[in-house]
């Protein structure tokens, strides 16, 4: 079966940085583009970034748009999210997601279980 396994969050003061990982299983990686989304307290779960099948092509959030970098290691079945110049805004729990693109529809079809991201001084 698919599994999304996120990994990395935790504790980061203002400025810091993080690097989350999620570990996928159970379907063929490479052949899926990838994203990380966030969720924070009382607010809609929101896109933070994407990363097509090779790594060829990224697309992020306005908000983290020089700050996050989100990569794929097809070998490891993984894909990352550099996270540098935290902000406390950017606290949340992140979740990995799965993208299946189908006659054209988009859809994230599975998510990981989520990692919490705390930038507090």
């Known amino acids: 079966q698919v599994q999304l396994v996120e990994s990395g969050g935790g504790l980061v003061q203002p400025g810091g940085s993080l690097r989350l990982s999620c570990a996928a299983s159970g379907f063929t990686f490479r052949n899926y583009r990838m994203g990380w989304y966030r969720q924070a307290p009382g607010k809609e779960r929101e896109l933070v970034a994407t990363i097509t099948t090779t790594g060829g092509s990224t697309n992020y959030a306005d908000s983290v748009k020089g700050r996050f970098t989100i990569s794929r290691d097809n070998d490891k079945n993984t894909v990352y999210l550099q996270m540098n110049s935290l902000k406390p805004e950017d606290t949340a729990v992140y979740y990995c997601?799965?993208?299946?693109?189908?006659?054209?529809?988009?859809?994230?079809?599975?998510w990981g279980q989520g990692t919490q991201v705390t930038v507090s001084s």
């Open positions: 997601t799965r993208i299946r693109v189908l006659l054209g529809i988009t859809q994230n079809d599975y």
